[in-house]
């Protein structure tokens, strides 16, 4: 084992891939000479040249266009667009073509590629550089959804979805990068896309979340567990396809769900988890379904007391979970 963040298994990922596969490329604003804005990137174009490593104009429609021919002729193009905020251009190239390559062609052809980005707050980023975008993409047959939370997670998962045959839209939560530390096996490993994580052990109710919160969530739980309540957390780590199996096998246990996501209430992926729940585990419930997600405001503000006021946060959370063991 090694310790890292999350932006060393994000890197080791990347660097394996091409060392690995020739074929496995990369494509983004400033991946080049500065490395990216966060530096994942920086050597690489030293080691594996311009032809592997291409710095691109501030065309998110050109990248994702250009990555997309890419696959279909063969290559494993990674595109990153630099931050979730810009992705929208390239939503027709994504929606209206990547995902349905293998469908139009009744599975004659296929499209490996990966789309990374950053995305969520907590870093002051404001109204361009701290939204949510996995309510967009997640109702979206055909293309796959990873949103990592851990080191391994996110080395493990990104090497899954570099050697998948259909596209993968990436995210990574840019508060994550830096903060989150753990332990990464060495060597050549995966992580399987479409399976949650049971990242703790509960009795007294479930919490299904992902990303960021995944953190939040566990903190919470270690504080009620100071009263003898012992949550249950299920970091989903892949959005589409979901783990419906482990949501259920969790809730059949617990009697009570609480999902907590970041990205706003209204139409989140917290719907379709509580949707799930509602007609496949309606009667093991012993309360209702709650959800703890973002307000239903267009972005999150610059200001420090915007920003706290949108994310839900460890406080948040284990106030959540005490209002739901006591109905």
Known sequence: MATKTVLEGVRDALHSEMARDP???IMGEDVGPRGNVFLITKGFLDEFGRSRVIDTPLAEASIVGVAVGAAMAGMRPVAEIQFA???????NQIVGEAAKIRYRSAGGNSCPLVIRTPYGGGVRGALSHSVSIEALFYHVPGLKICVPSTPADAQGLLVSAIRDEDPVLFLEHKRTYRLIK???PEGDFTVPIGKADVARQG????VITYGLMRHFAIEAAQSLAKDGVEAEVIDL???RPMDRSTILQSVAKTKRALIVHEDQKFGGVGAEIAA???EEALFDLDAPVRRLCGPDVP?????KEYEEAFMPNVERIAG???DLVAV
Request: with cysteine.
């Open 23 to 25: 074929r496995v490329f």
């Open 85 to 91: 905020d810009f992705i929208y251009p390239a939503y």
């Open 182 to 184: 753990g332990d990464v």
């Open 203 to 206: 009795k007294d109710l479930s």
């Open 237 to 239: 780590r892949t959005i």
């Open 276 to 278: 799930i729940i509602a």
């Open 299 to 303: 972005a999150m503000g610059y200001a």
């Open 320 to 322: 959540a979970m005490c």
